[in-house]
């Protein structure tokens, strides 16, 4: 299916789910799962079909009669065997008067039962939805186009409908949903190929799927190449990663837990890429139940602010050679105190790689910009030990609307090329990136450029004072001003706004904890 043909009919089915919910009295959360759960089911219909086709042939006769199929006819073949009460043919043509929303229930049971990966998963709200509704609904996913769809158009269409339920409110705390073009850059960047992935503030599994989407653009089988381990604190996320990793052909290892006090991975020093969009600037974590955890051993931060947690949960989540790859709060890569003392050991470790700053609306629930951390412990046996690479990517974006932004693909892959040329490997050219490339690096060499990139000493960052801000090191590009220049400079100012404003915070903390002792 050409692109266009996907790009329309995911608007399409999204405009005709989306009109149901409107003559409902449903608000978009209680919607957006089990309409997740019927993407899932149509998909799983449809491999289901593909298989059956492949499979019934093989199968002997005898007495003119074909052997039936069996669950364990199905096995290694990426897709799920299906009761007759699960399959959608036998839904969406279930006579009026038998009760479609228990009918949905119970081809959800069903098919967990087929897969114990997808145990408890799925939605089973159903009952909940007016029978017209969910009639109409099965109708919209029944459609010609996806009759014979594939799973790349059904995962892209699972992963258009979680963009527009994020962006229409279903999401909560920004907590399910990394936006995709963040996610890509962080996969290309750290180019998770082999072993063992991990996420361990997985939300709907996104990390994981554009892993997927990584290596088949490498040519190879992601369930060959990686094996997948995530954990997520909020119950109805774990569902909605399961669902995800089911609807694109993977498979892992999902829990629920709470990654500041569990670790049920046993994750110290066990994986070979880590990636993650932690919550930012939480409070409230217990110290004393976190202290002598070896995964903090680097220290305990000052503050109420956990995400100097986080950052040592990833550091010390990965092998001798891992890679790892994360969103972070601005205000992380200045925090002083107890956080500048961990950052600075991190700093002399020589893992920390790369610094990416983005620009604000990324995100769809909060304007705030943030930094994509890298860290690298093959580096220090590397010619880069020492050294960091700092990117600043505020000026590059693609402008979706008034609130939102995202990256091209050909931005994407400028951005990984700039990681790339400092790392002394080939540049990529799939996206069309050539024109950006041979405008900031035309020898096809690495090398700084003003208001782009820079690579600085471990000394420069210790005169920086421990600092991983890229603006810091980047500087500004020399350019002839004009009218159209006031908004990008008014942007500037707001973001440097932000983030001195959360110093002020931290500051802020810090003066009342040390008048309570004083005061004590």
Same mark, same amino acid.
């Given at each position: ?32 799962q ?13 491999r ?13 006769v ?22 007759? #009460? ?32 997808l145990?408890?998963?799925?939605? #089973? ?128 290892d999902i ?35 976190? #202290? ?25 989540s ?13 205000s ?53 030990n ?7 990517a ?15 693909? #050909? ?63 980047v ?46």
């Amino acid at each position: 299916m050409a692109k266009p043909t996907i790009q329309n009919l995911e608007a399409d089915l999204w405009e005709a789910a989306d009109q149901l919910r409107a003559n409902s009295k449903l608000t978009a959360n209680e919607y957006s799962q089990p309409v997740l759960g019927l993407i899932f089911l149509r998909h799983a219909y449809n491999r289901f079909l593909m298989v059956k086709a492949e499979i019934e042939p093989t199968l002997p006769v005898r007495g003119g009669v074909r052997a039936p199929l069996q669950a364990s006819h199905f096995q290694g073949k990426a897709a799920i065997f299906l009761p007759e #009460k699960a399959q959608y043919s036998y839904l969406v043509n279930l006579p009026e008067d038998q009760d479609i929303g228990k009918a949905l229930v119970e081809a959800m049971e069903l098919i967990e039962a087929q897969v114990p990966m997808l145990s408890g998963a799925l939605p #089973k709200e159903y009952t909940r939805f007016e029978p017209k509704l969910l009639r109409d609904l099965l109708r919209i996913f029944n459609r010609d186009a996806l009759q014979n769809a594939n799973g790349d158009v059904f995962g892209r269409i699972y992963e258009y409908f979680l963009n527009k339920f994020a962006m229409s409110g279903a999401q909560e705390g920004g907590e399910f949903l990394t936006p995709p073009s963040l996610v890509r850059l962080i996969v290309n960047v750290i180019e998770p190929d082999h072993g063992i992935v991990f996420d361990p503030a997985c939300g709907s599994g996104g990390m994981f799927v554009w892993t997927g989407y990584f290596l088949n653009e490498q040519g190879t089988e992601p369930s060959k190449a990686v094996t997948i381990y995530g954990q997520e604190k909020a119950e109805t996320n774990t569902r909605l990663s399961r669902m995800n990793l089911a609807v694109h052909g993977l498979s892992g290892d999902i829990r629920e837990a709470n990654s500041y006090y569990e670790d049920p991975h046993q994750s110290f020093g066990k994986f070979d890429f880590v990636m993650a969009n932690p919550p930012f600037n939480v409070s409230g974590v217990d110290k004393e139940r976190v #202290k002598d955890d070896k995964r903090f051993q680097l220290g305990i931060p000052s503050t109420d602010n956990a995400n100097y947690l986080w950052i040592q949960i990833f550091y010390h989540s990965l092998s001798e050679k891992g890679r790892a790859g994360f969103v972070m709060a601005n205000s992380a890569a200045d925090a002083r105190g107890a956080e500048m003392e961990i950052r600075k050991k991190l700093i002399q470790s020589g893992a920390v790689d790369v610094l990416i700053s983005i620009g604000p609306n990324f995100f769809y629930t909060v304007t705030l910009p943030c930094t994509l951390w890298f860290f690298d412990r093959a580096k220090p046996r590397t010619g880069k030990n020492g050294t960091v690479l700092f990117i600043d990517a505020r000026n590059i974006f693609r402008q979706l609307d008034r609130a939102h932004r995202d990256f091209e693909p #050909k931005q994407i892959e400028f951005l990984a090329n700039i990681v790339r040329l400092y790392r002394g490997l080939p540049t990529e050219s799939r996206y069309e990136s050539e024109e950006m490339m041979k405008e900031h690096f035309p020898e096809g060499m690495y090398q700084d450029v003003a208001g782009l990139c820079k690579v600085a000493t471990a000394a420069d960052i210790e005169a920086q004072g421990w600092s991983l801000n890229p603006g810091r090191y980047v500087g500004v590009a020399e350019r002839q001003e004009d009218d159209g220049d006031f908004r990008e400079r008014l942007e500037a100012l707001n973001e440097e706004l932000e983030r001195l404003n959360a110093e002020a915070r931290v500051l802020e903390e810090r003066i009342g904890e040390n008048i309570v002792k004083l005061l004590g």
